[in-house]
């Protein structure tokens, strides 16, 4: 499983999770969860506008983690409502949104992804 820019990374199992973590740490690369479930309608109408923004964004990794499918992942994070997207730099949660809310979502994205060398330190 390589490294694909602009789409949307399924993530299967425990293992795959922490690869792709641990892939993303150290760099300042933004990853955006997206933790979803099959049988969720907002899931479903969010979905195909979380794989249009990783089109559109390809320096930013984009995950979907069925919550079912990998449970032991939507524990640890405690995730009680689908979707819920978590955002990670080097391995950390920075932020979450909770919703089908495409524009909180992009927003969230935005704000994010840009490089930590643009943020004045003064």
Same mark, same amino acid.
């Given at each position: 499983?390589?490294?694909?820019?602009?789409?949307?990374?399924?993530?299967?199992?425990?293992?795959?999770?922490?690869?792709?973590?641990?892939?993303?740490?150290?760099?300042?690369?933004?990853?955006?969860?997206?933790?979803?479930?099959?049988?969720?309608?907002?899931?479903?109408?969010?979905?195909?506008?979380?794989?249009?923004? #990783? $089109? +559109?964004?390809?320096?930013? =990794?984009?995950?979907?983690?069925?919550?079912?499918?990998?449970?032991? @992942?939507?524990?640890?994070?405690?995730?009680?409502?689908?979707?819920?997207?978590?955002?990670?730099?080097?391995?950390?949660?920075?932020?979450?949104?909770?919703? #089908? $809310? +495409?524009?909180?979502?992009? =927003?969230?994205?935005?704000?994010?992804?840009?490089?930590?060398?643009? @943020?004045?330190?003064?």
């Amino acid at each position: 499983m390589a490294s694909e820019e602009g789409i949307v990374i399924g993530v299967h199992n425990p293992d795959q999770w922490k690869e792709q973590l641990e892939k993303h740490k150290g760099s300042q690369k933004l990853v955006v969860v997206d933790f979803t479930a099959s049988w969720c309608g907002p899931c479903r109408v969010i979905a195909p506008i979380l794989a249009d923004f #990783a $089109k +559109k964004m390809p320096r930013v =990794a984009f995950l979907k983690v069925d919550i079912d499918e990998v449970e032991s @992942v939507a524990q640890e994070y405690s995730i009680e409502a689908m979707p819920t997207f978590l955002f990670f730099k080097n391995g950390e949660v920075i932020d979450k949104v909770v919703g #089908a $809310k +495409k524009d909180d979502l992009h =927003a969230c994205i935005v704000k994010h992804a840009a490089p930590a060398a643009t @943020v004045s330190s003064a």
